[in-house]
């Protein structure tokens, strides 16, 4: 329709968003170039981003006088940020999008950016005399935004034009942007409403962000809560005991938090950085029986002395020790301040706790044990909840935001109010009352109200959810977000349309089924097959598409090696061959299907994940971590992914290193630079958005879709390229970079790639190659190495090199 574009709603249905409206919301404005004041680690990380996202940047610091490059400093924190572990970039060709400058030669060329950005020091001065310099060349309608977290948005903007005051807001990212999916935006005392959309929509849609929109209160909404977090983690290790390896490993993944647990994430931030924070805190936190958790132990002191500032220096709470040829990881005494070999903490409630795969459930069952565990994580989590209920109005009037910004800015699986929650809100409120802990009012109120529990559903007017408001004492609903398909609410609102163990079908609307997988990390086996197949079989009786998605923390990771191991092992070859030969028929039934089949592949995306999204029409996300990495296992792929390569790369020399050496994309990007992905695969940024973009990329394809026919025509080399991949294999033998086994593997690809001992180039078809792909994995499966190499992988989930 002219004069229209389209949006996405809650459960994905198409709505008309008139172009007049984005622009009075300010969103029909376009980004050519932005400018990022401040080169230091979150600086130069903000402009990668950016430069993720295709968006130029200009990343200005102070000139060097004593350098011929006067942009040395840029240039040495662009080059650091390439260099760096985890990648700041997408690709290699990102890091041409940013140019490096200095303030006294290049601020002039912020007048042709459509937004500053300013990551200095943390000092007011500092922020206005720059923020005058940029005021004099910046255009009217620049953008400009600061990423102070502790200074008030009024004091850095006062005095400055009317003009100014309306562009001016604030937007703290997480370091690193890439990886860390918060991005708190503060409005100033004037800014613009529809500056303030734009940010914030663009921050979703284009940087990818989850986007809270937080009050201008010191260290806003998830530091504010994430540091008092830590802080209570550091002073119950100090006061009780607890080692630094014992206190990591109660934080960590058993808890729902990400591996870097508590000591080990100090290290990843920089003592430097909570050093300076900690004193902000201190002072919001003044006069609350809170704010002395905020004062730095004498440990923590000596350790900013010592310059154990954590990975940057070398050393924190953690530090490598080499011993002879080997790397050992060292762990800091927090009462002596000597270091130790890691010492893995045992604790038999979390042993016990440690199978229970339901996360409240788990938590639960330590928090309520009696041992130094159970005692630990309930000291922490008692003050963690009164704490975030006592910031409620202050820094945020509704529990949303400081759950949303837990979960996107420091990876904790719950907030702490949707974990209070899941533990039981009356039970866990009730213990506080009988260990003689005083509630704030709001949740006393709350209890006298008869409330029960701090999210719901709601049936009426139709199936949502609700939060309890904390102010006004009722339950409101939970706001839609246009553009998102959340298949977790359309499955409680509507069931699905058939489920086994691995795998459900799901009706999201318009005419589209959702194949989900829900095994464990997505592993494939025959549940998942056969819900394929059944997915194909409904689409065509009655929708129009299907996509393959889910909301599981990865794609999938490939394929359920338990039942290979065991059919190896006991010689059901009849068995595996006709379980091999199923995978291989569904994923041509998805390639060739009779209406559109779209993929949503994210994460890592591995080994029978890689061969389902190669075999469909891939909406990728932009943190996809791709690739063929079955000769880990001992076998080749064998459910296409040997052919699809074969067909997209057109040199069996190219398909033998990505499949040989097991390569593996960093980013949607790199699987395009790899040859994994078609350059034209659309990426979406934001992972709360990709589930609606497949859909959406589905819709697109129904009015002109054909479906294909399987392919006669595959060129392969025989066996003249038998022999070149052979040489090569042998040649890495006699370097030492394989062992004798893997040249074994290495030679059954090799036969495949060259499809087999053909006489000369000839064209071959697609099953003939899936033909060859399958003989190779049995023979590799009948091998001791191979099992020995799958039994360890399931043991310890580490390759074994054999």
């Not at 008309?16 to 622009?23: F, G, I, N, Y």
């Not at 927090?334 to 070999?341: M, Q």
């Amino acid at each position: 329709m002219a004069g229209t574009v389209h949006a996405i709603d809650q459960i994905g249905r198409a709505e008309e968003v008139p172009k007049t409206d984005l622009a009075r919301r300010g969103l029909a404005r376009t980004l050519r170039r932005v400018a990022i004041l401040g080169a230091g680690t979150m600086g130069t990380r903000i402009a990668a981003h950016f430069a993720n996202a295709g968006v130029p940047s200009l990343l200005l610091s102070r000139a060097t006088s004593n350098d011929p490059n006067r942009s040395s400093t840029a240039t040495k924190a662009i080059q650091t940020a390439a260099k760096q572990k985890p990648g700041a970039f997408f690709s290699d060709e990102a890091i041409r999008l940013i140019q490096p400058g200095n303030y006294d030669d290049h601020l002039k060329e912020v007048a042709g950016c459509d937004w500053v950005i300013e990551t200095v020091a943390e000092n007011l001065q500092i922020k206005r005399d720059l923020w005058g310099r940029v005021a004099e060349v910046v255009g009217p309608d620049t953008i400009l935004s600061t990423s102070t977290s502790g200074i008030p948005l009024a004091k850095i903007a006062e005095g400055f034009s009317p003009q100014f005051r309306r562009n001016f807001l604030g937007t703290h990212f997480f370091n690193p942007p890439r990886y860390l999916h918060l991005l708190e935006v503060i409005p100033g005392p004037e800014t613009a409403p529809e500056v303030l959309d734009f940010v914030q929509e663009y921050g979703d849609r284009r940087l990818g962000k989850g986007v809270v929109l937080c009050k201008d209160t010191s260290n806003f909404i998830a530091n504010r809560v994430g540091c008092f977090f830590g802080a209570t983690v550091s002073k119950i290790a100090r006061e009780d005991g607890y080692t630094v390896e014992e206190a990591d490993a109660l934080t960590g993944p058993l808890i729902g938090l990400p591996n870097s647990a508590s000591f080990r994430m100090l290290d990843l931030v920089g003592m430097d950085v909570w050093g300076e924070v900690s004193p902000n805190l201190y002072e919001a936190n003044k006069g609350t029986p809170w704010a002395e958790r905020f004062i730095l132990p004498d440990f923590e002191k000596q350790m900013l002395e010592r310059k154990w500032l954590g990975e940057k220096t070398g050393q924190g709470f953690y530090k490598r020790v080499v011993k002879g040829e080997e790397k050992e990881i060292w762990a800091l005494d927090l009462h002596t301040l000597e270091y130790h070999p890691v010492q893995k903490p045992k604790f038999p409630s979390v042993e016990a706790a440690g199978v229970i795969e339901d996360l409240p459930e788990r938590i639960n069952t330590l928090i309520n044990t009696s041992d130094r565990a159970g005692s630990f994580l309930w000291k922490l989590y008692s003050d963690y909840f009164l704490y975030s209920a006592e910031m409620i109005p202050e820094i945020s009037d509704r529990i949303v935001e400081i759950d949303r910004g837990i979960r996107w800015g420091y990876g904790h699986k719950l907030g702490p109010f949707e974990l209070w929650d899941a533990l039981g809100f009356q039970n866990i409120a009730e213990r506080l009352q009988k260990e003689g802990r005083v509630l704030p009012p709001s949740i006393q109120q709350a209890l006298d109200h008869g409330v029960t529990s701090l999210y719901r559903w709601a049936e009426e007017p139709h199936p949502h959810q609700q939060y309890f408001d904390l102010l006004t004492l009722e339950h409101k609903a939970i706001e839609s977000r246009p553009g998102t398909v959340v298949l977790s609410e359309i499955k409680h609102a509507q069931g699905v349309v058939k489920k086994n163990a691995g795998a459900s079908l799901v009706d999201i609307g318009d005419g589209v089924l959702c194949c989900e997988f829900h095994s464990k990390m997505n592993s494939i086996g025959e549940d998942i097959i056969s819900m394929l197949y059944a997915g194909l079989d409904e689409t065509n009786r009655n929708f129009q598409a299907m996509i393959v998605a889910n909301e599981g923390e990865n794609f999938s990771v490939g394929a359920n090696l338990v039942p290979i191991l065991l059919a190896a092992q006991e010689g059901e070859w009849d068995e595996l061959d006709r379980a091999v030969n199923r995978f291989q028929q569904v994923n041509m039934a998805l390639k060739y299907a009779h209406k559109p089949v779209v993929s949503a592949p994210f994460g890592r995306t591995l080994g029978g994940g890689c061969e389902i999204a190669l075999h469909t029409i891939p909406q990728a996300s932009a943190e996809l971590y791709m690739g063929q990495v079955e000769l880990g296992v001992g076998v080749i792929p064998s459910a296409g992914g040997c052919k699809e390569l074969t067909l997209r790369l057109k040199d069996p020399r190219k398909v033998f290193e990505l499949i040989g050496m097991a390569k593996v994309s960093m980013s949607a990007e790199e699987a395009k630079n790899l040859g994994l992905l078609d350059r034209s695969v659309p990426v979406t940024m934001n992972p709360e958005r990709l589930i609606a973009d497949a859909k959406a990329l589905a819709l697109t394809l129904v009015p002109n879709y054909v479906p294909g026919v399987p392919r006669t025509d595959v060129k392969v080399g025989g066996d003249a390229a038998y022999g070149l991949l052979k040489l090569g294999v042998w040649s890495f033998q006699q370097g030492g970079y394989i062992t004798d086994y893997e040249a074994v593997i290495g030679e059954k690809l090799a036969y495949v790639l060259a499809g087999g001992r053909l006489v000369g180039e000839q064209l071959v078809s697609e099953q003939y190659l899936l033909d060859l792909e399958r003989e190779a994995f049995l023979s590799l499966c009948g091998n001791v190495k191979t099992q020995e190499r799958m039994a360890h992988m399931l043991k310890t989930g580490k390759p074994l090199r054999n």
